[in-house]
């Protein structure tokens, strides 16, 4: 959900929508990533704008496709300034919370939380953080919706079509 408010240029209205700072799992976007480390072990955030700076750069793009793809580089980028301005906090996992993820990505325990395919690690850390802390999970995904009621049952969740409204005004 980060990124679909980044690439709305609507990053920085996120606390006010969230009545507070949004917080995030590293997976998901982490300020202290290393330049030039693998992708696997890259946040979901980070993935998309190096993929975008590529895409930016590839010279068998049109012009008009590399110039948007500069442009989604740089909305995504946004996230940094939340950070910087207190808007957005990012929460390490404790021993049980990386237990849980750790099982949310296992394609071995799907069925036990009602899955057909493993979370991704970003969507797992944060069904992680949201069921053992008793936070409200923001998210789309419907696969991470389904994992924290098996978890937590009619556990808090709010969606970018929920806060959407409360950015027009």
Known sequence: MLRRF???DSIDRLPAALGGPA??????????????????GRSELTRSIAV??????DGRR?????????????????????????GLLV????????????ELVSRHRTSAFRLTFPLAPSAAASVAVAATRTW????DDQDAHTALTSLAGNHPVVTSSELLPTFAT
């Open 6 to 8: 980044a690439l709305t």
């Open 23 to 40: 917080a995030v799992c590293r997976a998901v976007w982490d300020p202290d990533e290393e330049p030039g480390i693998c992708d696997q």
């Open 52 to 57: 975008q700076q590529h895409r930016s750069q």
């Open 62 to 86: 049109t012009a008009q496709d590399r110039a948007a793809a500069r442009h989604l580089s740089q909305q995504l980028a946004t996230v940094g300034s939340l950070h910087d301005t207190g």
């Open 91 to 102: 929460v390490d996992l404790d021993e049980t919370e990386e237990q849980l993820c750790a």
């Open 136 to 139: 409200r999970l923001a998210s």
